[in-house]
């Protein structure tokens, strides 16, 4: 086989490399000056400028579709918009490192690097044409996570997170590949491109082919959070240190929810044999949502509590991948999905940038108690949080709201009226704990006197703040994003 | 633009009220409310009352890959709801003049945006965009509630948003239906309310799960909570007692009726075949509301909670009238809505001032009370005959209306609802006995030798209502001829309703 590359093969790829790159620099300076940590400002500099380079360059290269690399990664708008969420969540999830006190101190030049490069590794995840570099994608991503989530001052749930999330991530790596290994095996190829072509028949014919989309499947799934593979969320969520949380929450079901959706357009699950999967699905969806929404019931820590509802939405994105999956040519439930991780990213950054700027020390974990009486110091601010709750809980006119709007239309054009009636029931339960912090800052009375030193932390206040407002601006504005997002799909999908 | 600035001006009032400085905020937010009253007036000179068509229409693409417009409009269904919004605003922003000291800034916000939320809700002719005002109305009233409210006020605020937020996560689900059913039938998307007339829903009687069928009960329950009708009452009970005066006003008068008017606008024009199959099934229920609400109301030992349990018994008459698809009940509903907006409200208004003053909502403490405040005892006899229906007063042309329309229905349903009036005029009469009259009670010892009367800036809130009381009750034609139009193309072409838009 003849290997040649074009130069739009790089161009394409540059943002990866611009964010490599950017990641090396401060390493590098760390290392010519005796191993001594400089100003936190000067990785975080050099983090921000990776990051808006890769986000150009990614924009500059919008409207180019083409397999790079002899088909290893695609490159469509699909992309495009994928990369600038994952960018986004970088972006804020650097800026809260810095002003966080559990993280801004200690190796910031190597928390910074590791965390461009788990970024670059869930571009190449999102982008993925070929089933290994899938595999690269997420292992670069991985590995990067775990180290980022025990890089903290606090000694001992952040371990405890990092270990746990190890474990049982590399054992979902672990099935993924065996899944990758049984369709390599009955198709003789990992390039979705040649899938496409296979898959349809070979789901129906070949028992092999099957087995591997299903582990395939349950490798995914442990990275969003689908019950029953859900199970560590709310730990490593709480052991991590709050920006880290914020981030791969955010990027983690972005690449992921993206890279299912590539699988989806393989037109795969159409078929007759595959209805039973299918089917599978539905019912964990259906479980996820519950478990998800029942979970953040009784949470007493901010941190579980917006975990557990991760779950939840995770259900919701379930939902539109489902029906994307079966609708063919019928588009919403695609546009459904792409449209909850987006307003998701946003809420998420929102939330828990909150929860991290208010985290007074290293060891300081916000409790729901912890917020009373915020509402009565600082209005505005609050306010701020509890927009992004409203929007959580999917009260309209907010991106939540017409997140889940986009789901359930989807769920209905399907004519999955029970998965969408399901998806309503846990709307309704969520509603609960989403009001339980607005109650605490708005509605009740501080009960011990916190210390008032409030540290000013103003970049990641403009990020929290910004949140907020697209959660509002987006939500009215939706159609521009629906229209977006609808004419990537179709690239995709016809 | 005239609905658009309506709507969405007391935003900008909600702004400017944030801005001023703070001791500015009552008198800014009172002048703005009065000047938005005075300008939802020049209705009265846009609005044709001739015809049945929705007049002052505005429409333009809000997000057209789903077939949402922003889309209001007015018709003679929704005139007096609107009025009704904008007149209360002045009055419960009187009301919390000196009783809501403690961040009066954000209560005044919360307000407003309560006003744009409902008129939104009242105007909004695509489905979609109703059911954004519908819900968002619910905020400001989560804060009026939580953060001013009672004792009990958290519990309260949850229960009512959870309630009422549930109910309609169902309707979403069948506003979603319908909306691909539009296009289906009708070759292009649309959520507009106009195009979801058109369309024909396969009905097939007694069996439940049909498309027809399992729509107009999605519907229904999320406007019966919001009504709200017996079983799905209870979160209102709590809601009214823990609300500071306003709120109880404002949720009284205005938010009530969004589940009513959501009746009318969706549930029976919409689903016809299936609201007259299972009319006998909500007239029932009315019924068991009217009585039960009454005699829940009649053991009451806080005059609050008892006003609270009346709301539940006089809803149970707009939907009597309502279900039993006449004109003279529906005609009735419509001005019971109305009556029950005025008594209602001035009866929370009232209980607010003497609160304000006894910190006391017991009626055993009471007693002797006509005494030490004539005025007040004055008013407040005067709402209650309103509230019972005593001829003359606003609330008898309704109850007289809807029980000639629920006996045209069903004579044995009618029957038993003439009991709630009866029972209505006892608790009423029995509570107005025990606070006004007998012997003083321990709460006029207590507070020997002060004032108990309503001052000026209370009369003055009062008088507006007084007035109304009357008027509706002895010109009520001043008043229905605005509505007759819509009321009688609704009754008589119920089946295959349609609304033109005014060229």
């Not at chain 1, 198709?187 to 099957?210: D, K, Q, W």
């Not at chain 2, 008088?463 to 009357?470: K, W």
Request: charge should be neutral.
């Amino acid at each position: 086989m003849q290997i040649s590359f074009d130069w739009v093969d790089f161009l394409i790829m540059s943002p990866v490399i611009a964010l490599v790159v950017a990641g090396v620099v401060p390493l590098l300076i760390k290392v010519v000056n005796g191993n001594k940590e400089s100003s936190s400002f000067v990785p975080y500099g050099f983090g921000l400028v990776g990051v808006f380079a890769a986000a150009a360059l990614t924009l500059g290269n919008w409207g180019i579709e083409k397999a790079a690399f002899d088909g290893a990664v695609a490159f469509d708008h699909l992309s495009a918009i994928a990369c600038l969420l994952i960018l986004a969540a970088t972006a804020a999830g650097l800026t809260f490192l810095r002003e966080n006190p559990a993280t801004h101190r200690r190796q910031f030049s190597e928390t910074v690097f590791l965390m461009l490069n788990a970024s670059a590794g869930m571009i190449i995840f999102a982008w993925a044409d070929d089933l290994i570099m899938t595999f690269i994608g997420l292992e670069l991503m991985s590995l990067c996570l775990y180290v980022l989530i025990a890089l903290s001052e606090e000694e001992q749930f952040s371990k405890e997170a990092s270990f746990k999330y190890f474990i049982l991530g590399s054992f979902a790596s672990a099935v993924l590949l065996y899944g990758i290994s049984f369709i390599y095996g009955s198709s003789g190829t990992t390039s979705l491109v040649e899938l496409r072509e296979l898959g349809p028949t070979l789901i129906s014919t070949n028992r092999m082919f099957l087995t591997g989309v299903v582990l395939l499947f349950s490798g995914l799934l442990f990275k969003i959070a689908v019950f029953p593979f859900h199970a560590w969320t709310p730990d490593v969520y709480q052991g991590s240190p709050t920006p880290v949380t914020t981030y791969m929450s955010a990027g983690v079901k972005v690449a992921t929810v993206f890279l299912i959706l590539r699988f989806m357009s393989l037109d795969t699950l159409t078929s007759e044999r595959a209805f039973p999967f299918v089917d599978a699905l539905q019912w964990l969806a259906v479980l996820t949502i519950l478990v998800g929404n029942i979970g953040a019931l009784r949470q007493k820590s901010m941190k579980r509590m917006l975990a557990y509802s991760s779950v939840g939405h995770s259900g919701y994105v379930m939902i539109g991948l489902i029906a994307a999956g079966i609708g063919g040519q019928t588009l919403v439930g695609a546009t459904g999905a792409v449209y909850y991780v987006f307003s998701y990213t946003i809420m998420t950054i929102g939330a828990f940038g909150f929860l991290s700027l208010l985290e007074k020390h290293a060891d300081h974990e916000i409790y729901l108690d912890d917020l009373k009486g915020l509402g009565r110091k600082r209005p505005v601010f609050a306010g701020m949080m509890a927009i992004l709750l409203f929007s959580f809980a999917g009260l309209p006119p907010t991106v939540g709201f017409f997140g889940k709007f986009l789901v359930l239309s989807a769920a209905i054009k399907q004519g999955l009226i029970w998965l969408a009636f399901w998806g309503v029931v846990g709307a309704a339960i969520s509603v609960y704990y989403y009001l339980r912090p607005i109650v605490a800052m708005y509605m009740e009375e501080e009960v011990v006197q916190n210390s008032t030193e409030t540290s000013l932390r103003p970049i990641s206040q403009f990020v929290v703040s910004l949140a907020a407002l697209m959660v509002i601006g987006f939500g009215i504005a939706s159609e521009t994003f629906f229209q977006t997002f609808f004419k990537s799909i179709l690239d995709l999908f016809s | 633009m005239f609905l658009t600035v309506l709507i969405f001006s007391p935003l900008v009032l909600a702004l400017i009220v944030g801005l001023v400085p703070k001791s500015w905020v009552r008198p800014t937010a009172l002048v703005l409310s009065l000047i938005h009253f005075a300008f939802s007036l020049l209705l009265f000179k846009h609005f044709d009352p001739s015809t049945a068509h929705l007049q002052l229409v505005e429409r333009a693409a809000w997000i057209p890959t789903l077939g949402i417009q922003y889309f209001v409009g007015i018709d003679g269904i929704s005139f007096w709801l609107v009025l009704l919004s904008t007149f209360l605003m002045p009055a419960t922003v009187l009301i919390s003049w000196t009783a809501i000291t403690d961040r009066s800034r954000f209560f005044y916000i919360n307000l407003f945006l309560l006003l744009s939320a409902s008129l939104g809700t009242f105007l909004a002719m695509d489905a979609i965009l109703f059911y954004v005002f519908f819900e968002s109305s619910l905020i400001p009233m989560y804060f009026l509630i939580g953060a001013w409210g009672g004792p009990r006020r958290l519990y309260a605020t949850l229960k009512f948003f959870i309630y009422t937020m549930s109910g309609s996560l169902l309707m979403l689900l069948a506003i979603i239906a319908l909306i691909f059913m539009t296009q289906q039938q009708l070759g292009t998307l649309s959520a507009s309310i106009l195009d979801f007339y058109k369309l024909s829903l396969p009905f097939v009687g007694g069996q439940f799960i049909s498309t027809q069928t399992l729509m107009f009960f999605a519907f229904c329950l999320a406007f019966a909570i919001k009504v709200p009708m017996f079983p799905v009452h209870t979160w209102l009970p709590d809601a009214h007692t823990e609300a500071p005066t306003a709120g109880s006003v404002v949720l009284a008068a205005v938010m009530l009726k969004m589940g009513t008017y959501g009746f009318m606008r969706f549930a029976l024009p919409i689903f016809p075949e299936a609201a007259h199959y299972y009319s006998c099934l909500f007239m029932v229920l009315a019924v068991i509301g009217i009585i039960y609400g009454a005699l829940v109301a009649m053991v009451q030992p806080d005059f609050k909670r008892l006003v609270a349990y009346s709301s539940v018994s006089h809803m149970g008459y707009v939907m009597l009238g309502l279900f039993a698809f006449n004109i003279y009940g529906t005609t009735g509903g419509l001005y019971q809505m109305l009556n029950h907006g005025i008594s209602t409200g001035a009866l929370f208004i009232l209980i607010g001032m003497i609160y304000e003053k006894t910190h006391s909502r017991e009626i055993k403490s009471y007693g002797g009370l006509a005494k030490r405040a004539p005025l007040y005892a004055i008013g407040f006899i005067i709402v209650t005959f309103s509230s019972i229906a005593v001829p003359l007063t606003n609330g008898f042309v309704g109850e007289f209306l809807i029980l000639l329309g629920g006996f045209q229905a069903h004579k044995i349903l009618g029957g038993f609802a003439v009991l709630g009036v009866i029972l209505g005029a006892i608790y009423m009469l029995w509570m107005v006995l025990r606070i006004f009259f007998g012997e003083e009670g321990p709460l006029m010892v207590k507070h020997k030798g002060e004032n108990l009367d309503m001052n000026l800036r209370e009369i003055l809130i009062l008088i507006p209502f007084v007035v109304l009381i009357f008027w509706m009750g002895i010109f009520p034609n001043h008043f229905l001829s605005y509505s007759k139009a819509s009321l009688d193309h609704f009754v008589n072409d119920i089946n295959n309703y349609e609304l033109q838009i005014e060229p």
